[in-house]
């Protein structure tokens, strides 16, 4: 009971500045999971071609569930266990996968668009996800920078 009250108490301080990662939990496993229930989700949709061409929906969910456990982990970490101090640089590592996972998403949606069998929406919506990503990187290194002084 004690070790639940510890990372409850690691999670909720932390919490407030964390507050874009443990948003980004959401979309990523639940892409992942959509993708698994949905097995032929790239065939309802030409936006979907390129993304389809470079892995199936098998493989675009698993690094996605993989993303967001990594990511999960990370945070639950942050701040919780004092003497473990990789946590800044596992959610660096959390926030890079991230980055790649959305930034293939936007591109392969973006190739869609431009070749026109695609929705630029699509784009809007992942670029989204990827910019909020790529802040992620940019609070996860300067905690690094912080903990290195």
């Known amino acids: ?33 959509a993708l698994m229930l949905q097995p ?15 892995a199936d929906e098998r493989v ?5 569930i993989l993303c967001a456990f990594t990511r999960f982990s990370a945070l639950v970490i942050n701040g919780t266990f004092s003497r ?13 996968a991230g980055v790649a996972f959305w930034s293939q998403f936007t591109l392969g949606f973006a190739v869609a668009a431009v070749s026109g ?9 992942y670029s989204t996800l990827l910019l909020l990503e790529l802040v992620n990187v940019h609070r996860s290194f300067a905690d690094i920078g912080k903990a290195a002084r």
């Open 40 to 54: 032929d989700m790239f065939e309802t949709s030409p936006s979907f071609a390129e993304l389809s061409r470079w």
């Open 1 to 33: 009971m004690l070790i639940v009250r510890r990372i409850t108490r690691g999670v909720v301080d932390h919490f407030p500045v964390r507050v874009s990662e443990w948003v980004m939990v959401h979309p990523t496993f639940w892409m992942g999971v």
């Open 60 to 64: 675009w969910s698993s690094i996605a």
């Open 84 to 96: 473990f101090t990789m946590s800044p640089h596992i959610r660096a590592v959390a926030s890079f």
């Open 117 to 125: 069998y695609g929705a630029w929406s699509a784009v809007v919506a």
